[in-house]
């Protein structure tokens, strides 16, 4: 069963602070994707990354995928009260067809 | 905009009756999906489809939900009966999925927010 980690759970930050959330699992992924939830609606996808070392940038987000694909972690720069959510890495199987979630990473950014 | 559309938004229904969700997919999609997200378990696969043919329903306790997709515009989700622990925010989500292509990248409704008293 592959399963996927993040860390950490919850995390309360002021505006304005970086933050690093990490996903962790022992399975080899053939992509990794991160989803952002907020209260009352469904993940939105963030960005898909799919080649080991491969980093994206989204404005103040940055993602990166493990040279082994088996982790990735999502970097915020200068964290703004628009950025709470729900957090979640989710793990592509070409074999399987399907994703397999983490456990997700709930932020908190204070005015 | 395209976008994956279910309903009810809401059920609230008591233990033993039968409960139906509905999930339109986005057009041109030919995969869909069902999870269930619980703050105990997160977001846990029930169930998909492609080209309307399930293709994995392993997470889907059997005896009481089914999952059908009637047409390509139409996946349903149906609970019988319905059980206190069945208590959970229900999502579809639906994606295009190629031979070879790098991700399954899915669209997300807004979810069924289901209590079972």
């Known amino acids: 069963t592959q399963l996927l980690e993040q860390s950490p759970q919850f995390l309360s930050i002021q505006e304005g602070e970086n933050l690093t959330v990490y996903c962790n699992s022992s399975?080899?992924?053939?992509?990794l994707q991160w989803y952002r939830q907020e209260p009352g609606e469904g993940p939105v996808l963030l960005v898909t990354v799919v080649t080991g070392g491969e980093v994206k940038k989204l404005k103040r987000l940055t993602f990166q995928f493990g040279d082994a694909r088996k982790d990735s972690s999502l970097h915020i720069t200068a964290a703004q009260p628009g950025d709470t959510g729900l957090y979640l890495c989710?793990?592509?199987?070409?074999?399987?067809?399907?994703?397999?979630f983490g456990s997700g990473t709930r932020l908190q950014v204070q005015p | 905009d395209a976008r994956v559309t279910q309903t009810p938004r809401h059920k609230v229904t008591e233990m033993g009756q039968e409960v139906t969700m509905r999930c339109q997919p986005i057009l041109g999609h030919n995969t869909v999906f069902w999870y269930r997200q619980t703050m105990m378990q997160g977001l846990e696969l029930l169930a998909y489809?492609?080209?309307?043919?399930?293709?994995?329903d392993s997470g889907m306790p059997k005896d009481r939900f089914s999952a059908e997709m009637p047409d390509a515009t139409l996946a349903t989700l149906k609970i019988q009966p319905s059980e206190p622990r069945d208590s959970a925010v229900y999502f579809c989500?639906?994606?295009?999925?190629?031979?070879?292509?790098?991700?399954?990248?899915?669209?997300f409704g807004p979810g069924t927010r289901l209590t079972v008293l």
């Open positions: 399975s080899v992924f053939s992509s």
């Open positions: 989710a793990g592509g199987d070409t074999g399987r067809r399907a994703l397999t």
């Open positions: 989500a639906s994606g295009l999925v190629l031979a070879g292509g790098p991700g399954n990248e899915q669209f």
């Open positions: 489809f492609r080209n309307r043919a399930p293709l994995d």
